[in-house]
């Protein structure tokens, strides 16, 4: 059983940076692929970004393209989220998530909140 704890989030002013990881534990997330999403008050959640299990991302979702950033350390078992040139619209609970196939993630993590301010 895979299991993601992601940190990094928090309050930060307009154009800002911030990045975020998920580390896991009980899996190797080189086996997988992973992916952010995020959920913003009122709203469904959305897709971000994803890096395939043997390298290389998908497209970004448009809102974020150019600004953020999907990496991976395999000696960490990490998976991080650089945001920068942040936007009050990115307000949200981000989210990783593991999985087999790119279209069903089979493990979450609890989430990190991200707060950008005006």
């Known amino acids: 059983q895979v299991q993601l704890v992601e940190s990094g989030g928090g309050l930060v002013q307009t154009g800002g940076s911030l990045r975020l990881s998920c580390a896991a534990s009980?899996?190797?997330?080189?086996?997988?692929?992973m992916g952010w999403f995020r959920q913003a008050p009122g709203k469904e959640r959305e897709f971000v970004a994803a890096?395939?299990?043997?390298?290389?991302?998908?497209p970004y979702a448009d809102s974020v393209k150019g600004r953020f950033t999907i990496s991976r350390d395999s000696a960490k078992n990490t998976v991080y989220l650089q945001m920068n040139s942040l936007k009050p619209e990115d307000t949200a609970v981000y989210y990783c998530?593991?999985?087999?196939?790119?279209?069903?993630?089979?493990?979450w993590g609890q989430g990190t909140q991200v707060t950008v301010s005006s």
């Open positions: 009980g899996g190797t997330l080189s086996n997988y692929h």
């Open positions: 890096i395939l299990r043997r390298g290389g991302t998908t």
């Open positions: 998530a593991a999985g087999v196939t790119t279209t069903d993630m089979n493990y």
